[in-house]
């Protein structure tokens, strides 16, 4: 198992000095991750996180994919792109990051990526399958795959959240056209990261009894014994 600083860590920041022009419908590059945020543990099931030119991870839905990809757009400056806001196909990458960080900068971002200074956080890919429709969705993993190899960054350049299926899918697609690719897991939460959970969602709606008195079911096993 890794934990979310580690695969933060593992990835590249974005520096200050490159520019971005305006974020197209759909993609953003988070300030901060949700207060509620709770760091998840991650299980590796193939892959070699060190030498990776795109992570994958999946898990079922509702687990908080979308949560933990803003979060970990936030920590790295990324740009974090929805793909369930717009469709994707042939080009969809390069054009993207030409129209967040204008043509003149581009020379500069694919310099970023080589050096491996530059990532891209993709969510929703099951989403993104379903708008784009299989071939469309297909294309775009495969000139996606291209271009990254042709930039040959030193550290991972794409990060992509999804449900379990679909991620398999997007591995298959992105091996096949020749990238490295590393898939991880979203664990469920810990019985303590479920009450750290629960305790935010309380705080983030008002409440403050729960902060107050901990654990009364269990001080009444204890008297009961």
Same mark, same amino acid.
């Given at each position: ?8 860590? &593992? ?25 509620? =945020? ?7 099931? $193939? ?10 991870? +999946? &898990?079922?839905? &509702?687990?908080?994919?979308?949560? =933990?990809?803003? %979060? ?13 806001? @717009?469709?994707?196909?042939? #080009? ?7 129209? %967040? $960080? ?5 020379? #500069?971002?694919? $310099? %970023? ?26 294309? @775009?993993? %495969? ?16 990060? &992509? ?26 664990? @469920? ?15 983030? +709606?008002? $409440? ?15 008297? #009961?014994?």
């Amino acid at each position: 198992m890794t934990s979310f600083r580690d695969l933060a860590d &593992a990835l590249p920041r974005l520096s200050p000095d490159v520019p971005t022009v305006a974020f197209p419908p759909g993609i953003s590059q988070p300030e901060e991750r949700n207060p509620a =945020f709770v760091e998840p543990t991650l299980t590796l099931r $193939h892959g070699d996180p060190d030498s990776a030119q795109a992570i994958l991870l +999946a &898990a079922p839905a &509702a687990v908080g994919k979308s949560t =933990f990809a803003e %979060a970990l757009a936030a920590d790295r400056r990324a740009l974090l792109w929805d793909l369930g806001q @717009f469709p994707v196909g042939s #080009g969809s990458f390069v054009g993207k990051l030409t129209e %967040a $960080h204008g043509i003149t900068a581009l020379v #500069g971002v694919t $310099h %970023a990526i080589s050096k491996g200074e530059y990532c891209v956080v993709l969510d929703a890919l099951d989403e993104g399958y379903s708008l784009s429709r299989s071939d469309n969705f297909e294309a @775009f993993m %495969a000139d996606l795959a291209k271009q990254t190899m042709q930039l040959s960054p030193s550290r991972p350049a794409i990060v &992509a959240c999804g449900r379990t299926d679909i991620v398999d899918i997007t591995s298959l697609l992105l091996a096949d056209a020749g990238l490295d690719v590393c898939v991880l897991t979203l664990d @469920f939460f810990s019985l303590q990261g479920a009450r750290e959970f629960v305790d935010l969602q309380l705080d983030k +709606a008002g $409440h403050i009894a729960h902060r107050q008195f901990r654990g009364p079911r269990s001080e009444e096993r204890r008297v #009961g014994k």
